[in-house]
Structure formats: C-alpha cells, structure tokens
C-alpha cells in the first residue's frame, strides 16, 4: 500500500531566505504574492490528497481564522513555524 501525503511550503515572495533548503531538495514551495488571500491558496490545494501545510508566523498572521478554519480537516496539517528574523532583533 502506498500513501502519498504532499507537503507545501508556503512564503511570501519577498522573503528570499525562506524555506530555500527545502526548494533545494525539490519539495513545494509556493511564493505567495498576495498574503491577505492566504486563505484562498490554501483552499485551492488539492484536497484529495492529505496534506501538510508549513508556513511562517507573519504569513499565518495575514488569516484571522487560520487555526479555528482548518483545525478539523481531515486532510490537513498545518504547521506555523517562528520567523527566524525575529530572533536576531
């Protein structure tokens, strides 16, 4: 049996360090030009498939409702990780 679970690395299009490793080796890195629709490109993803959503703290802050909309899909993960710029102020 194989499962396949996508994962999608979601940036915005300025931010030129992020998730460059992970582009790198070939995963989904998707550059969003437009983060107030943030919502929007990730209710467009396929939703066949399970999946996992990784992006960074200032781009999830562009949905007011990201966490209360998806937690209960049975299809998606999504992870928010910290901006690693903050750490240097």
């Known amino acids: 049996m194989v499962i396949k679970l996508d994962f999608?690395?979601?940036k915005y299009y300025k931010d030129k360090d992020g998730f460059n490793f992970w582009k790198r080796i070939g995963m989904n890195v998707l550059e969003?030009?437009?983060p107030e629709k943030i919502d929007e490109?990730?209710?467009n993803l396929d939703n066949t498939t399970p999946k996992t959503i990784i992006l960074?703290?200032?781009l999830a802050s562009f949905s007011n409702s990201i966490i209360?909309?998806?937690k209960?899909?049975?299809n998606l993960n999504i992870i928010?990780?910290?901006n690693s710029k903050a750490k240097e102020k």
């Open 41 to 43: 490109v990730i209710d």
């Open 72 to 74: 209960n899909a049975p």
């Open 56 to 58: 960074k703290d200032e």
């Open 80 to 82: 928010i990780v910290p």
């Open 68 to 70: 209360s909309k998806y």
């Open 8 to 10: 999608y690395f979601l």
């Open 32 to 34: 969003i030009q437009e």
